[in-house]
């Protein structure tokens, strides 16, 4: 089976830099995504890490080490927008490549 | 370019009472999913299509059905509402080139009186 933890809530004020951690405990490994979901939204992607290391899309960026288990999610300039919960998932080595989420990181940002 | 779609956004139901939840993409995806959404958690799979023809169980099946109608439409059956089906639920369907991405739905959420 499929296990992750992530912080269940952050804050932060507009223009900082936040790290979200997700960790993970899988029967198999074949990357980790991330993504936000806005209250009453949908969840929107992020990004995907399949390989160690950091992957940059503007403001944000995910680092993944699979030796550890480890990623997380890296907002920089940090805006009011940004506020909505952000989670992590593993994606399944099955035939439809299924995700794993794990419970989600409220992200408060303040003024 | 509509992605996916849900119908209906909102539903009430009455206990034991039963509802055809339903999900078309036009992105073409062999893949699609159906999650539930309960407060404070992530999402859960209820069931997920690999491919038209194909349907399989995920983490929380019990209480629901599927059909893969056709490569678009992708539907969840309760054949008999529970309260503790009261969520929101979201289809997904994914490209065929990896990458760990997944186009959701608006979702519906449905309350179980």
């Known amino acids: 089976g499929q296990s992750l933890e992530q912080p269940s809530e952050v804050t932060a004020v507009e223009g900082a830099i936040v790290q979200i951690n997700c960790t993970y405990q899988?029967?198999?490994?074949?990357?980790l995504s991330w993504y936000q979901q806005h209250d009453g939204g949908a969840p929107t992607f992020l990004s995907y890490n399949a390989l160690d290391g950091l992957e940059e899309t503007g403001r944000f960026s995910s680092f993944l080490s699979r030796s550890d288990s480890y990623g997380y999610l890296l907002l920089q300039e940090l805006q009011m927008k940004d506020s909505a919960s952000y989670f992590c998932?593993?994606?399944?080595?099955?035939?439809?490549?299924?995700?794993?989420f794990g419970s989600g990181t409220q992200l408060t940002v303040l003024p | 370019n509509a992605g996916v779609t849900q119908t209906p956004k909102f539903q009430v139901l009455k206990t034991g009472q039963s509802m055809t939840l339903q999900c078309a993409q036009d992105m073409n995806h062999n893949s699609m999913y159906w999650y539930r959404q309960d407060p404070g958690m992530g999402l859960r799979l209820i069931y997920y299509?690999?491919?038209?023809?194909?349907?399989d169980k995920g983490e929380v099946p019990n209480g629901y059905n599927v059909s893969r109608l056709n490569k678009r439409e992708f539907s969840l059956r309760l054949e008999s509402a529970a309260p503790s089906q009261t969520s929101v639920y979201f289809c997904?369907?994914?490209?065929?080139?990896?990458?760990?991405?997944?186009?959701f739905g608006a979702g519906t959420r449905l309350s179980v009186l």
């Open positions: 998932a593993v994606r399944d080595p099955g035939s439809a490549r299924q995700l794993t």
């Open positions: 299509s690999a491919s038209e023809g194909t349907t």
């Open positions: 899988t029967s198999g490994f074949y990357g």
């Open positions: 997904a369907s994914r490209p065929s080139l990896d990458g760990g991405i997944q186009y």
